[in-house]
């Protein structure tokens, strides 16, 4: 979900780990030449769908890096496949529609939040989106109120009880 943490905890593992850090958004910015949000409102959320599918399946095929996704990845089944291959260790940071709506309270960058009453936005993607997230995730991990360091501490864990080394 938007303002999970996403992004500053996956800088803060590839850090800790010594992997590449992704942000597809980031990617996604760079590919378009400019925001996200300008993007969505000049050409709509399917085509910005269509870039965000191609910029994952690029970057989830990609060993020793750690890949921040947007809220809406998920939407797409093509990226739930990219997400899922072989040798991807997919983290649900799970927070609740009240925590997010907290976080983001003076968030003016993200389009699907914008107008109305954004702890109903949260409310009604987090029923659509919960289940996707839960149907790609091999971990959930609940973001709440964690530290980031308390957070990385728990991801590194997930990643050694899979029997991954983080060195290799």
Known sequence: M???GKSTAGRHLARHLGWRFA???TEI???IG???RAYFEQHGED???AIEQRVLSRLSGEDHMVLATGGGAVLRE???VSLSRPGNQVVY???SPEDLARRLRRDTQRPLLQGGDPLRKLKDLYRVRDPLYREVAGYIIDTGRTS???LVNLLTMQLELAGLDPAA
């Open 2 to 4: 938007p303002g999970c």
């Open 23 to 25: 942000d597809s958004d």
């Open 29 to 31: 910015e760079n590919e």
């Open 34 to 36: 400019g925001s996200i």
């Open 47 to 49: 085509s910005f769908r």
């Open 78 to 80: 093509a990226n739930r």
């Open 93 to 95: 940071l799970r927070a």
């Open 148 to 150: 980031v360091p308390t």
